[in-house]
Nanobody, 111 residues
Framework: VQLQASGGGLVQAGGSLRLSCKASGRSVGMNTMGWYRQAPGRQREWVAD???????AYLDSVEGRFTISRDNAKNTVYLQMNSLKPEDTAVYYCTMSTFYWGQGTQVTVSS
């Protein structure tokens, strides 16, 4: 199984980014897919996930700003991030069932 994350970058506070995580080897629709992030000097933290039945959950601090979704036909999971804040700066990782992990994509939000 491979998870290829992309879409990170540098954005000003209040801006938006959409992260993508393309899976190969297993179906995103048959597994719980999630996003985690790790800021410098901090532990990796859970951000959001989407279950097999489509239920979604979010970290309190991103609720209402971030949206996780998936496209089974493209075998890809997305994280739409709006109203970004400097504290969202981190490397973002996608995961399949917290067993398989992507390589991470850097998100930097300037104030």
């Amino acid at each position: 199984v491979q998870l290829q994350a992309s879409g990170g970058g540098l954005v000003q506070a209040g801006g938006s980014l959409r992260l993508s995580c393309k899976a190969s080897g297993r179906s995103v629709g048959m597994n719980t897919m999630g996003w985690y992030r790790q800021a410098p000097g901090r532990q990796r933290e859970w951000v959001a996930d989407i279950s097999v039945n489509g239920a979604v959950a979010y970290l309190d601090s991103v609720e209402g700003r971030f949206t996780i979704s998936r496209d089974n036909a493209k075998n890809t999971v997305y994280l739409q991030m709006n109203s970004l804040k400097p504290e969202d700066t981190a490397v973002y990782y996608c995961t399949m069932s917290t067993f398989y992990w992507g390589q991470g994509t850097q998100v930097t939000v300037s104030s």
